[in-house]
T-cell receptor, first 118, second 114 residues
């Protein structure tokens, strides 16, 4: 079975400071990893993904994420936070190859509420 | 607007009533997913279609839930004999067939069972 852990329910950071939102995963074989953001009463918006290649992935709105295979992590980062980045962030995983222990759908973490303080 | 569209955005219903939600995916996407999201939780997978075939169903999808995707285009999710525990946001997403592509989500239907 595949799973995602987001160990922090809440992350607070001052505007202009760097931010990190943590994610670890479990999946059979190689992973495809995704970050989504959700604003209140809205659906999820895609931010970035790791498929293969460079471990540092760049995405929308200045966000990036670093894939670490040995630590099974995919932390989301941004060098300088904005108040408008305040939202709920979800990490998700899918197995690269379908096998008896994997699933076609995305499996999400429980989310991390990011608050950027002015 | 070429994104994923869901209707209605909000639904309030009395316990025991049936409800039906509609999802219109991005037109060239052949995969369609339904998820349920409760407050403070991440989306939980319900079911997925490839074209018109329903290929996978979660154990969360009790026999009161049914989903269809006739002709591989729009999809409907019906909940029969609603219960208060069904209150949640129901999200639809679509994607291309390749496993490495991201899913695009609609804005969801918020169901409140009173």
């Amino acid at each position: 079975a595949q799973s995602v852990a987001q160990p922090e329910d809440q992350v607070n950071v001052a505007e202009g400071n760097p931010l990190t939102v943590k994610c670890t995963y479990s999946v059979s074989g190689n992973p495809y990893l995704f970050w989504y953001v959700q604003y209140p009463n809205r659906g999820l918006q895609f931010l970035l993904k790791y498929i293969t290649g460079d471990n540092l992935v760049k995405g929308s709105y200045g966000f990036e994420a670093e894939f670490n295979k040995s630590q099974t992590s995919f932390h989301l980062k941004k060098p300088s936070a904005l108040v408008s980045d305040s939202a709920l962030y979800f990490c998700a995983v899918r197995a690269a190859l379908i096998s008896s222990g994997s699933a076609r759908q995305l499996t999400f973490g429980s989310g991390t509420q990011l608050t950027v303080l002015p | 607007d070429t994104g994923v569209s869901q209707d209605p955005r909000h639904k309030i219903t009395k316990r025991g009533q049936n409800v039906t939600f509609r999802c219109d995916p991005i037109s060239e996407h052949n995969r369609l997913y339904w998820y349920r999201q409760t407050l403070g939780q991440g989306p939980e997978f319900l079911t997925y279609f490839q074209n018109e075939a329903q290929l996978e169903k979660s154990r969360l999808l009790s026999d009161r839930f049914s989903a269809e995707r006739p002709k591989g285009s729009f999809s409907t999710l019906e909940i029969q004999r609603t219960e208060q525990g069904d209150s949640a946001m129901y999200l639809c997403a679509s994607s291309f067939e390749r496993m490495n592509t991201e899913a695009f989500f609609g804005q969801g239907t918020r169901l409140t069972v009173v």
